[in-house]
């Protein structure tokens, strides 16, 4: 199994739209859509909008929780660990998520 290289991934900025589509939010999230589906069922923490036709729309903050959910889990974390980090206040590895992506935007300033 090929392991994740940590803090080499560069996450794209998010653009400021209302919704994105599910292969939108997975090129986003440097995923897969399917991978972005098991991630809503086994983390329920993770939503996303649906609308007609069943199609799944997810909002700038449900990208941007799908990018930390991929950083945490390239950190080693389980995906039931990242369900907790998610639902509790934040935790060092958060935090090192969110210093990484203020860097980058200083970077970009």
Known sequence: MK????????FPAVPDRRYFTIGE?????????????YWEREAP?????????????????NV??????????AEGNTLAGVNRALQQTPSKQSLA????ELREVI???
Request: charge should be positive.
């Open 97 to 100: 998520w969110l210093r990484d």
């Open 64 to 73: 941007l929780r799908l990018q930390r959910v991929n950083y945490l889990l």
């Open 107 to 109: 970077s970009i300033l």
């Open 25 to 37: 939010a997975a090129k986003l999230a440097c995923s897969k859509p399917h991978t972005l589906r």
């Open 3 to 10: 392991k994740l290289e940590i803090n080499k991934q560069k």
């Open 45 to 61: 923490v993770l939503d996303n909008v649906e609308r007609r036709g069943n199609r799944r729309y997810y909002t700038r903050d």
